[in-house]
Nanobody, 122 residues
Framework: QVQLVESGGGLVQAGGSLGLSCAAS????????VAWFRQAPGKERDFVAA????????YYADSVKGRFTISRDNAKNTVYLQMNSLKPEDTAVYYC???????????????WGQGTQVTVSS
């Protein structure tokens, strides 16, 4: 069982930066692959980025490539999402998700956090 808690959301101006954290419970978190998804009001949940349990592979949605960076610190049971050059269209609730299978952008992850709101003003 893995429990995930996101933090770091907030309000930022367009062009600014924000860092999200996903803290996990469970001794085996280092063996889980983790992804970030986001959901804007009235829209479907979209994939943002994923990182392999080893940290050696990452994958990004085209819409965030070059602006967002996913990383992890298995010693701290935490995955991070650094978001730079933010745009109003990045406004959404951001969720982290974990699974023992390398699902990448498939949203069939077993474990999900409660989400954190990111709002980018123009």
């Amino acid at each position: 069982q893995v429990q995930l808690v996101e933090s770091g959301g907030g309000l930022v101006q367009a062009g600014g930066s924000l860092g999200l954290s996903c803290a996990a419970s469970g001794r085996t978190f280092s063996s889980y692959n983790v992804a970030w998804f986001r959901q804007a009001p009235g829209k479907e949940r979209d994939f943002v980025a994923a990182i392999h349990w080893s940290g050696h592979s990452t994958y990004y949605a085209d819409s965030v490539k070059g602006r967002f960076t996913i990383s992890r610190d298995n010693a701290k049971n935490t995955v991070y999402l650094q978001m730079n050059s933010l745009k109003p269209e990045d406004t959404a609730v951001y969720y982290c998700a974990a699974d023992s299978t390398w699902l990448v952008d498939n949203d069939g992850y077993d474990y999900w956090g409660q989400g954190t709101q990111v709002t980018v003003s123009s």
